[in-house]
C-alpha cells in the first residue's frame, strides 16, 4: 500500500482520537443507537434531522458524526429484528428469521451477543476491503454495469426459494411473486407510462419501502401479539428463566468462521453495489449459510444461530463497502450514503479523484469514525444485552401501543406523505394475515425491493446487446454471479441427491 | 412572518441538488424574514408530488416551496403526466439558477467533438443513456438530436443522472446530456468531455468549454446542420432558442397560488436580498453551487417564454416516446 494512504490513514486516525474530536462520533454513535432501535425511526432519519444543525459546522466535524451515524445504525437494528421480530432497517429482515425464533426460546442474549461479534469483524472486514480498494476504486465501480446489476438481482430473487422452508416453499415463491408484481407499480423511466397508479400521483414511483415494511412487519407484529393474547414477546418468562449468553453468542463466531468470512466477503461485495447492496447482502449471505450448511439445515428458520451470523457479518460488512462508490464518483450505495453525499456537497467537499488525492485523510476521518462506531455500537449493545432482554418480559399490552404508535410516526416521517401511514396500515393488516397462514413475509419485502433493479437492468442489458454495445459473454464478473445463481439453484438437489445416496 | 414557522417543500430526496440548495437557503432567509423555515423532502414522480402538494396548499405565506422549473413545464407539455403547470399554478417568488445544459461523452470515447458525432451518426445510430422518458436531460438529447439531424437511440432506465454519466464513461452509451454544474467534477478529472453547449453562449468560463460549440443563436450548430441538411434554417434557430428558453427556466422558489398582495412583496424582496446576500453566495461557492438569481417578474417572463415556445417540439418528443414503447 503506497505510503501516501498509510500517511493519510495514520493522520486521520490521530485527528479521530484526539481531543475533543473523540466526543464527535461517540455522540453520534450514541444517537444513531437510539434512532435505530426505535422502529419506524432510523440513522438515515437521524441523518436527515442533522442536516440542517451542522450546517455551519467545519468539515471535520461533519465526518466524525457522519460516519458515526452509518455505522452506529445497522446493529441496533438487528437487536429490533431479534427482540421484536421488527427489524430496523431493510437488511435487517434477514437476521429475524432465525433471530427472533431464538429469543421466544428464550435466547436473545446469545443472538445478540452472536450479533455484536459477526456485526463488529464484519464491519472491520469491510473497512479493511475499502482501505485496500483506495488505489483501485475507481475501476472497481466502473467494471459493474447493467449487466452485472441483473445479475445480482436474480441472485438475489434466486435467495427466496433457499430460504423458505420446504413446507412453505411454494407460498414463499408466491409471495415473492406477488411482491415482484406490486414494484411494477408506478412511473415505468424507459416509456414514461404509468403502471397501475390508480390516477394517483402518489403512486408514480411505486410503494415506498419504508411503509410497506413498517407495516408488513411492524404493525403485522403488534396486530398478531394483540390477537394471540401473548403476555409477553418471551411467553411469560420472568428475567431469572431467560437462558442464553453472550459469550456463547459471540464465541460462535470463531465456531463458525469460515461461515463469517464467506458472509464478509458477500456484503463486501455486494455492498458496494449502489441502492441496493444493503438488502441484498443479507439476504444472499443467509441463502449461502442455508446452503452450505454441513448438518442441522431443518433448524434454520427455527432458531439457529448461523442463521443470525450470516446476514449480520454481511450488512456490517457492507457498509464501509457502500462508501467505495460514493467516495470514488459520488453515486450513493445506499439511502444514507445518499445523505452523506449532500452533506459533502454542502460542505465543499466534492467526491472522486480530488478526495481520494489531496483530502485522502479527511476520507480516512470518515472511515476511522465508522470503524469507532461500529465497535462501539456493538461493545454497547453487548453491554446493555441485560437491559434489552427485559422487554421480551414486559407485557405487551404495553408494547404494542407504544410500538404501534412509533411505526405509524414513522411511515408519515419518511416522506410527509400520510398516503404511506395508509399503506403502512394496509400492508400491516396483510401482513398479519399472511403469518397467521403461514405466507413468509420476507420473500414479498425482498422481491419489491430487488423487482426495480432486475427490470431496469434487463432492459437495459437487452437494449445494450440489441444495439451490439455490449457482449454478455465477455463480461466476467456478470458471467461470475451468473455461475454462482446456478449454484444457488443447484446445490440442494444436489445434496439432496447426494444424501439419498449416502444412506443406507 | 416574525416567529411564524414556514414549511418549505423540497421535490426530491434530501443530500440531493434541490435539497442543497434548500439547505444553504434556510439560515439566511431564516434570519430575514425572522420566521422558522422548516425543509421538508417530498420526493415523487420526479417533482411534482411535492408541487402538487405546494399548489394546493393555502396562500398564507406559510408553505413554500422550490420548484424544477424545466420538469414540470415538460411533463405538463407532454400532457402525459398529470403536473402543475409553474407558468400558471404557483406564485413565482424568484429564480435561485439557471440550467445550463450540454452534451457530454466519456473520457475514453473515440467521439472527441461534434465533428465526431457526426461522422459516426452516417454510419449508425448514436446511443444516448437517458435516466427517465419525460426528464429534462431527455428533453434536451432528443430536440439536440433532431436539432443535428443526427439518428438516435435512447436507453432509458439509468436510475439517476450520476448512474447515467457512469454509463457514459463505461463506454456503453455514447452520449447523454446533463447540466453542467452537475457533472463539473467529472468534467475536471476528464471522464466526461463537453462536446455540444446547449445554448447561445459560453455556459461559462471553464476552460473546458473553450472551443465546445453552441447549439444555438444565428452562428450555432443548428442553424449549420439546418442549411446543411436543406431545411429551414431561421426554423432550426428558433426551435433551438426554445429550448434552450426551456432549460434556462431553472430553479424557482414559488407560494401556492392567489397569494395576497402585501404577503407576496415581502417574500419575494426578502427572498432576493437573501439571494443577493453576499454571505448566501459565499455560501452557494463553497459547496460548488451556482446561482444566476432573477426576480420574480423576470422568471415568470422566463416561464411564459418557454411555455410558448417549447410546444413547438413537442411533436418530436412525442415521436421518440412512441419508438420507445413500441
Known amino acids: ?504 | 412572518m416574525a416567529g411564524k414557522r414556514i414549511r418549505w417543500l423540497v421535490p426530491f430526496a434530501a443530500g440531493g441538488g434541490y435539497d442543497i440548495y434548500s439547505r444553504l437557503l434556510e439560515p439566511h432567509l431564516q434570519k430575514r424574514l425572522g420566521a422558522e423555515i422548516v425543509p421538508e423532502n417530498m420526493p415523487g414522480a420526479g417533482g411534482i408530488v411535492a408541487a402538487t402538494t405546494l399548489m394546493r396548499s393555502r396562500p398564507d405565506g406559510l408553505t413554500l416551496g422550490i420548484l424544477n422549473a424545466p420538469g414540470l413545464l415538460v411533463a405538463a407539455m407532454t400532457g402525459e403526466t398529470p403536473a402543475p403547470n409553474p407558468a400558471t399554478d404557483f406564485t413565482v417568488l424568484g429564480r435561485i439558477v439557471r440550467n445550463h445544459a450540454a452534451l457530454f461523452t466519456g473520457g475514453r470515447s473515440p467521439l472527441r467533438s461534434c465533428d465526431d458525432i457526426l461522422a459516426e451518426a452516417a454510419i449508425r445510430p448514436l446511443v444516448f443513456g437517458i435516466s427517465e422518458v419525460g426528464s429534462t436531460n431527455f428533453i434536451n438529447a432528443a430536440v439536440a438530436a433532431f436539432l443535428l439531424g443526427i439518428r438516435a437511440e435512447f436507453i432509458a432506465g439509468y436510475p439517476g443522472s450520476r448512474e447515467t454519466s457512469l454509463a457514459v464513461m463505461r463506454g456503453e452509451v455514447d452520449l447523454a446530456a446533463f447540466t453542467f454544474e452537475s457533472v463539473q467534477d467529472r468534467v475536471d478529472t476528464r471522464d466526461l468531455r463537453p462536446i455540444l453547449q446547449i445554448g447561445t453562449t459560453s455556459l461559462s468560463a471553464h476552460p473546458f468549454l473553450q472551443g465546445v460549440p453552441l447549439l444555438g443563436g444565428p452562428e450555432g450548430l443548428a442553424v449549420r446542420r439546418a442549411i446543411e441538411l436543406r431545411r429551414d434554417p431561421r426554423r432550426a434557430e428558433e426551435d433551438a432558442g426554445a429550448l434552450i428558453g426551456l432549460t434556462r427556466t431553472g430553479i424557482l422558489v414559488g407560494a401556492p397560488p392567489g397569494l395576497e398582495n402585501v404577503l407576496f412583496r415581502c417574500l419575494e424582496e426578502n427572498l432576493h436580498e437573501t439571494l443577493a446576500d453576499p454571505a448566501f453566495q459565499a455560501a452557494a461557492a463553497g459547496a460548488r453551487r451556482s446561482l444566476d438569481i432573477g426576480r420574480a417578474d423576470e422568471a415568470e417572463a422566463d416561464l411564459r417564454a418557454a411555455e410558448g415556445a417549447a410546444a413547438r417540439f413537442v411533436p418530436v418528443i412525442r415521436d421518440v416516446m412512441s419508438r420507445m414503447r413500441s
Open chain 1, 1 to 504: 500500500m503506497s505510503e501516501s494512504i498509510l500517511q493519510s490513514a495514520w493522520h486521520g486516525l490521530v485527528l479521530v482520537l484526539s481531543w475533543p474530536n473523540i466526543l464527535y462520533p461517540v455522540i453520534g454513535t450514541l444517537l444513531a443507537m437510539a434512532f435505530a432501535f426505535v422502529p419506524g425511526l432510523s440513522g438515515v432519519t437521524l441523518m436527515a434531522l442533522a442536516i440542517s444543525f451542522t450546517l455551519n459546522w467545519e468539515p471535520l466535524p461533519i465526518l466524525l458524526v457522519f460516519g458515526a451515524f452509518i455505522g452506529g445504525a445497522t446493529f441496533m437494528g438487528s437487536v429490533t429484528a431479534i427482540l421484536f421480530n421488527i427489524p430496523g432497517t431493510t437488511p435487517s429482515a434477514a437476521t429475524m428469521i432465525d433471530g427472533y425464533p431464538m429469543a421466544r426460546q428464550g435466547h436473545a442474549k446469545t443472538a445478540i451477543g452472536c450479533s455484536a461479534m459477526s456485526s463488529a469483524l464484519g464491519s472491520t472486514f469491510g473497512i479493511l476491503v475499502l482501505i485496500a480498494l483506495i488505489p483501485v476504486m475507481r475501476r472497481a465501480i466502473l467494471a459493474f454495469g447493467p449487466p452485472e446489476f441483473l445479475m445480482l438481482a436474480v441472485w438475489g430473487l434466486v435467495t427466496i426459494a433457499v430460504i423458505t422452508t420446504r413446507a412453505s416453499m411454494v407460498k414463499g415463491l408466491a409471495a415473492g411473486g406477488i411482491g415482484f408484481l406490486i414494484s411494477f407499480i408506478g412511473f415505468d423511466p424507459r416509456t414514461a407510462e404509468l403502471r397501475y397508479t390508480l390516477g394517483s400521483p402518489y403512486l408514480h414511483d411505486g410503494l415506498g419501502t419504508v411503509p410497506v415494511f413498517l407495516g408488513i412487519f411492524a404493525l403485522a407484529e403488534m396486530i398478531h401479539l394483540s390477537a394471540t393474547g401473548r403476555r409477553t414477546i418471551s411467553g411469560g418468562r420472568r428475567m431469572e428463566e431467560l437462558k442464553g449468553s453472550i459469550w456463547k453468542g459471540a464465541a460462535s463466531v470463531f465456531r463458525n468462521f469460515g461461515l463469517f468470512l464467506r458472509s464478509s466477503i458477500i456484503g463486501t461485495v455486494v455492498g458496494m453495489i449502489p441502492a441496493v447492496g444493503g438488502t441484498v447482502a443479507g439476504f444472499v449471505a443467509y441463502g449461502q449459510a442455508v446452503l452450505t450448511a454441513r448438518e442441522g439445515k431443518e433448524r434454520f428458520g427455527r432458531g439457529d444461530i448461523r442463521g443470525v451470523l450470516a446476514p449480520e457479518a454481511a450488512h456490517d460488512a457492507k457498509d464501509g463497502a457502500s462508501l467505495v462508490p460514493t467516495l470514488a464518483f459520488g453515486v450513493p450505495g445506499s439511502e444514507g450514503t445518499a445523505l452523506l453525499l449532500g452533506v459533502l456537497t454542502l460542505h465543499g467537499l466534492i467526491p472522486g479523484k480530488e478526495l481520494l488525492t489531496t483530502r485522502l485523510d479527511l476520507v480516512f476521518v470518515l472511515i476511522w469514525s465508522l470503524f469507532l462506531s461500529n465497535w462501539m455500537t456493538s461493545l454497547l449493545g453487548v453491554a446493555t444485552v441485560g437491559q434489552l432482554t427485559r422487554l421480551t418480559v414486559i407485557r405487551t399490552e404495553l408494547l404494542i401501543p407504544f410500538i404501534s404508535g412509533l411505526a405509524v410516526l414513522g411511515a408519515y416521517v419518511s416522506n410527509a406523505r400520510i398516503e404511506d401511514v395508509a399503506i403502512a396500515l394496509l400492508f400491516g393488516v396483510c401482513g398479519y394475515y399472511m403469518k397467521k397462514q403461514g405466507w413468509p413475509r420476507v420473500p414479498l419485502v425482498l422481491a419489491l425491493v430487488l423487482g426495480p433493479l432486475f427490470e431496469n437492468n434487463l432492459h437495459i442489458t437487452l437494449r445494450l446487446r440489441r444495439l451490439g454495445r455490449i457482449r454478455i459473454w465477455s463480461r466476467p464478473i456478470a458471467a461470475f454471479l451468473m455461475l454462482l445463481t446456478l449454484a444457488t439453484l443447484a446445490l440442494p438437489f444436489i445434496q439432496a441427491r447426494l444424501s439419498r445416496r449416502a444412506r443406507p
